[in-house]
């Protein structure tokens, strides 16, 4: 096989990783255990396909992507540090190796690239002022696949199709400052994602149960579900007291009745 | 009430492969500002499509469009379990068609961020956690003693939880919004979106401090006083919450979406390279 044709195969393996998490909800069949037996499959070597495959899971299988947190990419990582294992002829331990700047260098265009497609929402936004309901829709169905598959087979093909030494040659050329500016920019596009859901959800006398679940988390260290738990309690309990009048009274009744005696001993 | 006579019906079946299908392909556009939200609105699109088909009737079209828009709203939420929330969302729109008099719509979009938070919660650790851990585990094993079965027990260990879950979700979720919404007067509304207020503002507060992980790098006197340290005895995750309390102020300002997206982005690596923050 020449090389142009393998960097296309290699490059529909990682089409096929990126489709799992858009297309059918993350199976999970975009973990590496899967993806380097393909490679293997597909570059003639099955057996050190499952063995990088395996070697690359275990270290991998810590890095879950939660929520707006972008891990260093693995999937992307395991499908070439794979190929060039295999097409050099080195054992597992240096597919690792090779993964792991690979990783750093896909998520990298993993923020970038999830932080311009933004603008997908808002052709979607224009299109639907317009009534152009189904072309809103395509942005998302049409245009969310193609350029997230772009996003993947290009980098992908290219490594195979140049080499090993032209991806160190970038990961190195890539500045710090430019890494870590991009990383921090990521958190605030997520602040502002967080204060638009705050400014639709927060109506007049709401606020202070948004600071009741920051400050759940921030002292107590609870996570989201934890505090969606004590959320749903809260909301119970005050809407005993807000809705259902009668019992609420009852209740305040009783405990006037404790005091008055109190009060009367002061006085 | 031409909405009633003009809606047009489809088998449960069809439906459920509808919320089952476009569940799974709810993060084909992700990104940073409202994360998964035309996932949600091309899950949610044949709903509101059969409720107003007529091209021509312009108040059709103006429910319409004020239907897209509502569900362009930020939205995330596991995909499995997201299909609850899209079975229920899509009831609560059959219902809001057909009674808009008595039905606030806004209730929509109200339950749909009080119930992303919990179930993503539930999910992701379901389904990240703790199947992946299992599933992948066992086909490691069998793969490192050269066995092909690994990768493909992995992959049937997998879709066996997903596909059920999925399917049931949105099922449930449709089920649940027809007997449940049919009981509603329009005090309980009033009750459920100051519940579900209650539960979604607890939970955005929880991601501000869990989610995003704002520090600064800064230290004074030589680097015996780090400024993290200070604040962190102060209040944790204060940064986080300064930079969200920020952002909507300038969202409640009416900021330009694009001038907000410039600040994050040429702000935040200006002020990363500065070593300000990080």
Not at chain 1, 79 to 94: C, K, Q, R, Y
Not at chain 1, 110 to 134: M, P, Q, S, W, Y
Not at chain 1, 156 to 179: E, N, S
Request: net charge negative; glycine share 10%; charged share 15%.
């Amino acid at each position: 096989m020449n090389s142009i044709g393998m960097a296309v195969l290699i490059g529909l393996v990682a089409v096929f990783a990126m489709l799992d998490s858009r297309l059918l909800g993350r199976l999970n069949f975009e973990q590496p255990l899967v993806t380097s037996a393909i490679v293997g499959i597909l570059l003639g070597n099955p057996a050190a396909g499952l063995a990088s495959g395996a070697t690359i899971e275990l270290m991998s299988m810590g890095l879950v992507q939660v929520g707006a947190a972008t891990p260093p990419d693995m999937v992307m990582g395991g499908i070439i540090a794979t190929s060039f294992a295999i097409l050099t002829g080195s054992d597992p331990e240096t597919a690792v190796a090779i993964a792991i700047p690979i990783a750093v260098l896909g998520q990298l265009l993993g923020v970038t690239f999830r932080t311009i497609i933004a603008a997908l929402g808002h052709r979607a936004d224009a299109a639907i002022e317009k009534g152009n309901f189904r072309e809103a829709t395509n942005y998302h169905i049409v245009w969310g696949t193609i350029l997230y598959s772009t996003m993947y087979f290009i980098p992908v093909f290219l490594a195979i199709y140049l080499g090993t030494d032209f991806v160190q040659g970038i990961v190195d050329a890539v500045p710090a400052w430019f890494t870590n500016g991009l990383n921090f920019a990521a958190k605030l596009l997520t602040a502002y994602g967080l204060s638009l859901l705050l400014s639709m959800m927060a109506s007049k006398g709401m606020m202070v149960f948004f600071l009741l679940g920051f400050f759940g988390c921030a002292y107590l260290g609870l996570d989201v579900t934890g505090i969606s738990i004590f959320g749903v309690l809260l909301a119970f309990i005050l809407m005993s007291v807000k809705y259902q009048g009668g019992s609420a009274a009852t209740a305040a009744a009783g405990i006037d009745d404790d005091y008055d005696p109190l009060e009367d001993d002061e006085l | 009430m031409s909405e009633n006579t003009t809606a047009i019906q489809v088998s449960p079946n069809k439906r459920y492969s509808q919320y089952f299908w476009r569940s799974w392909a709810i993060q084909d556009s992700w990104n940073y500002e409202r994360q998964m939200n035309m996932g949600f609105l091309y899950g949610i699109a044949p709903t509101i499509d059969r409720l107003y088909p007529d091209e021509n009737d312009p108040e059709q079209v103006a429910k319409r469009k004020e239907a897209y828009e509502r569900h362009m709203a930020f939205y995330n939420c596991t995909p499995q379990t997201s299909a609850f929330v899209l079975g229920l969302a899509s009831s609560m729109e059959e219902e809001y068609a057909r009674d808009p008099e008595n039905f606030d719509p806004e209730t929509i979009n109200a339950v749909k961020t009080s119930l992303m938070g919990p179930l993503s919660g539930i999910g992701d650790s379901f389904f990240q956690g703790t199947i992946r851990t299992i599933a992948f585990g066992l086909g490691t094993a069998l793969a490192a003693q050269g066995s092909m079965l690994g990768p493909v027990l992995a992959m049937v260990i997998s879709a066996a939880f997903s596909i059920p879950i999925t399917w049931y979700a949105g099922k449930f979720g449709y089920e649940m919004g027809n007997s449940f919404l049919d009981r509603l007067q329009s005090g309980t509304m009033e009750k459920i979106m100051y519940a579900c207020g209650i539960v979604g503002l607890m939970a955005i507060g929880g991601m501000v401090a869990t989610l995003i992980g704002i520090t600064t790098p800064l230290t004074f006197s030589e680097g015996t006083v780090v400024l993290q340290d200070i604040l962190n005895g102060i209040v944790p995750m204060i940064l986080d919450l300064a930079a969200v309390m920020g952002m909507y102020w300038l969202v409640k300002h009416n900021v330009k979406t694009s001038w907000l997206l410039a600040i994050c982005i040429v702000g935040g690596i200006a002020l990363s390279a500065l070593g300000i923050l990080a």
